[in-house]
């Protein structure tokens, strides 16, 4: 009991205390019943404080994790919006064949690169419906080519590992005899 004295609240003890002077007159029996009271009062206090203890930490952290998912939900419209341009970069970097176009396309792909953002690679790979979004269907004459990619029309990205937009491609099929 000693021990519980540092965790009883100021108040349990000021009315122990007045326990004893207040009611002198009180057999042992009902001093027992008393403090076994204010025990199981303590007993209380002490886990309403544990419960809201849980409670502000579990508050926190959804809170902790609320603002992190704004902040993707942020950085993901500004790439979104920004995908379509790069596309178009892309092509004219492919057309014209310029440094100076190439150094720029660069910086802008390593900009991006560091915020989380990377090139879905399709070419040559199985179908999977969690990353691409079939367009079209061509006959092939190799069968090692049937149910994969053989054509891409948009490429697809992640961003920080979660996909942003599904690459479109064309999906190599058995040509019919």
Do not use: C, W
């Amino acid at each position: 009991m000693a021990d519980d004295v540092h965790k009883i609240p100021v108040n349990m003890v000021n009315e122990i205390d007045e326990l004893e002077t207040i009611e002198p007159d009180l057999d042992e029996t009902e001093q027992f019943d008393r403090v076994a009271e204010l025990e199981l009062q303590i007993k209380d206090l002490q886990e309403q404080r544990t419960r809201a203890q849980a409670d502000y930490q579990n508050l926190y952290r959804r809170t902790q994790d609320d603002r992190s998912k704004m902040m993707k939900m942020a950085s993901l419209s500004v790439i979104e919006s920004i995908l379509q341009p790069l596309e178009h970069l892309l092509m004219a970097k492919e057309q014209l064949k310029d440094k100076g176009l190439d150094m720029v396309v660069q910086q802008f792909q390593l900009a991006l690169a560091g915020e989380g953002l990377e090139e879905i690679e399709v070419m040559e790979k199985k179908f999977d419906p969690e990353v691409m979004e079939v367009i079209d269907k061509q006959e092939v004459e190799d069968k090692k080519h049937v149910e994969k990619v053989i054509k891409v029309a948009q490429k697809g990205y992640r961003l920080n590992g979660e996909v942003v937009r599904h690459a479109k491609v064309v999906v190599g099929i058995e040509k019919e005899l």
